[in-house]
């Protein structure tokens, strides 16, 4: 039986950021279920740098966001990820949203992000032309990146120290022993065995899956699993943006925001619509809801230049209210080696080198 020092399930952006950074110390694979890595949430996504602005005071979202995008833009600058610090404009689209604006700055305080700059209205014209506001912010540290390329990127840091990424091959199953893990996997038709001593779930969308098949572990450590899609359309044709706006945050998400790729296409979304099953499905029946949310703080919005592009889904772990990562290991559930990681969710992009970090200390500190 083959053995390695850690294995990490699912090849998305966070799975290859841990495997990365930890094969610096230890000899580590990283298995992935289908053909490309990061073809779920990773890939599905507004590719926004985030500043920290929203998470709650001392929540894993707020501390590794924060870390996650100072460390990201080092990152991207050392291996040619190209990325644009293009800033974001928050804005209150009427005078009952000046009060969410004001709370929103207070807590990106809380949560050190200090660059926040209330804009006149004449910097508000100047900055974004066209949109409805009353009230408005500058994020500076706000960008955008090529999720492609970064994943790219992190595959490469691993290759340098000597780890593999191994596609097409699915978590079975693990056994442990006490010591190990005994890990089934399969590839094809064809099942093995690949023995651990850290064992790294990292499969997203399909994290609570997986730890439902590790024998140790007790059913009540495994969270329920949401499906939240969100769909994105792009504009057709010229426009007037220049950063990305973001009206204040719904419910389950950030709202029908603006967002630009690094080839100035612009593109609304995403929506929250929570599902019973994985579907990518794009629905053409929301456009009328996206152009009434857009014309909100965008009021010359030609609606027939908006196409339907793509959809997303987030792990989350709960139908009401804010959420936070859950990031558990040995302390939560009483296994050695095994670290869950359930509902990482926007900004865990922005926040995985952090969430690497974070992980790579523990994993280094069970093996001293």
Same mark, same amino acid.
């Given at each position: 039986?083959?053995?390695?020092?850690?294995?990490?399930?699912?090849?998305?952006?966070?799975?290859?950021?841990?495997?990365?950074?930890?094969?610096?110390?230890?000899?580590?694979?990283?298995?992935?279920?289908?053909?490309?890595?990061? =073809?779920?949430?990773?890939?599905?996504?507004?590719?926004?740098?985030?500043?920290?602005?929203?998470?709650?005071?001392?929540?894993?979202?707020?501390?590794?966001?924060?870390?996650?995008?100072?460390?990201?833009?080092?990152?991207?600058?050392?291996?040619?990820?190209?990325?644009?610090?293009?800033?974001?404009?928050?804005?209150?689209?009427?005078?009952?949203?000046?009060?969410?604006?004001?709370?929103?700055?207070?807590?990106?305080?809380?949560?050190?992000?200090?660059?926040?700059?209330?804009?006149?209205?004449?910097?508000?014209? =100047?900055?974004?032309?066209?949109i409805k506001a009353v009230d408005g912010v500058w994020s500076p540290s706000t960008g955008i990146l090529d999720s492609h390329q970064l994943m790219l990127s992190y595959l490469n840091k691993l290759s340098q120290h000597g780890g593999h990424y191994v596609n097409n091959t699915q978590f079975i199953s693990a056994h442990?022993?006490?010591?190990?893990?005994?890990?089934?996997?399969?590839?094809?038709?064809?099942?093995?065995?690949?023995?651990c001593k850290t064992l790294i779930n990292a499969a997203g969308l399909f994290a609570q899956a997986c730890a439902n098949n590790i024998d140790a572990l007790a059913a009540h450590h495994i969270p329920p699993l949401h499906y939240c899609k969100g769909q994105y359309f792009s504009y057709q044709g010229r426009h007037p943006f220049k950063h990305l706006i973001y009206p204040m945050p719904e419910q389950h998400g950030l709202g029908i925001h603006a967002t630009l790729d690094l080839a100035g296409q612009l593109k609304f979304g995403p929506d929250t619509e929570f599902i019973d099953q994985l579907d990518y499905t794009p629905w053409e029946q929301a456009k009328p809801r996206f152009v009434e949310a857009i014309k909100r703080y965008w009021p010359k919005l030609d609606g027939t230049r908006l196409q339907l592009s793509y959809c997303g889904i987030r792990p989350k772990l709960q139908l009401q209210g804010t959420q936070d990562f859950v990031i558990q290991d040995s302390q939560q559930h009483g296994i050695?080696?095994?670290?869950?990681?359930?509902?990482?969710?926007?900004?865990?992009?922005?926040?995985?080198?952090?969430?690497?970090?974070?992980i790579a200390k523990q994993v280094c500190a069970a093996h001293e």
């Open positions: 039986m083959e053995q390695v020092d850690t294995l990490v399930v699912g090849a998305g952006v966070v799975g290859l950021a841990i495997a990365a950074t930890i094969s610096e110390h230890q000899d580590t694979i990283v298995i992935e279920q289908h053909a490309q890595f990061g =073809e779920h949430t990773s890939s599905r996504n507004s590719e926004v740098i985030h500043a920290g602005i929203y998470y709650p005071d001392n929540s894993l979202k707020a501390q590794l966001c924060v870390e996650g995008k100072a460390l990201l833009y080092d990152h991207c600058q050392s291996y040619h990820v190209p990325a644009q610090k293009i800033g974001k404009i928050l804005i209150a689209s009427n005078e009952s949203e000046i009060a969410k604006l004001h709370a929103l700055v207070a807590q990106a305080n809380n949560n050190g992000v200090c660059d926040l700059r209330f804009l006149s209205l004449a910097e508000l014209r =100047e900055k974004a032309p066209e442990y022993d006490g010591e190990y893990f005994v890990v089934t996997l399969k590839c094809g038709e064809q099942e093995f065995l690949l023995k050695k080696g095994l670290i869950n990681l359930f509902g990482i969710e926007s900004p865990g992009l922005t926040a995985s080198l952090a969430i690497a970090q974070k």
